[in-house]
Nanobody
């Protein structure tokens, strides 16, 4: 069965950095677009970033472009999100999301996702 397990969240001060990881299993990770979405308290799911199966295309929401970097290791079945210059508005649960096979980096927010990892940005 499909499994997506996120890690790397935590409490960080404004301006700090975190690196999220998502280990995938149960499907041919190397052939799927993948992405990250987040959900802040009391709000809906928000697209953050996506990447095509070959990392040829990477997409970002306007709120994180220039601060976050998505990457993947198909050899390790792992998706990453490097988050720099974090802001309090980035506080949310971050979920790894499975896109479509050989599909677009603009993955759907409501796709299959993991349990998530909490990111809290606060001084």
């Amino acid at each position: 069965q499909v499994q997506l397990v996120e890690s790397g969240g935590g409490l960080v001060q404004p301006g700090g950095s975190l690196r999220l990881s998502c280990v995938a299993s149960g499907f041919r990770f190397a052939t799927y677009a993948m992405g990250w979405v987040r959900q802040a308290p009391g709000k809906g799911l928000e697209y953050v970033s996506g990447i095509t199966w070959d990392a040829g295309t990477k997409s970002y929401s306007t709120s994180v472009r220039g601060r976050f970097t998505i990457s993947r290791s198909n050899a390790a079945n792992t998706l990453y999100l490097q988050m720099n210059n974090l802001e309090p508005e980035d506080t949310a649960v971050y979920h790894c999301v499975k896109g479509t096979q050989f599909g677009s980096s603009w993955i759907k927010e409501d796709g299959y996702r993991g349990q998530g990892t909490q990111v809290t940005v606060s001084s």
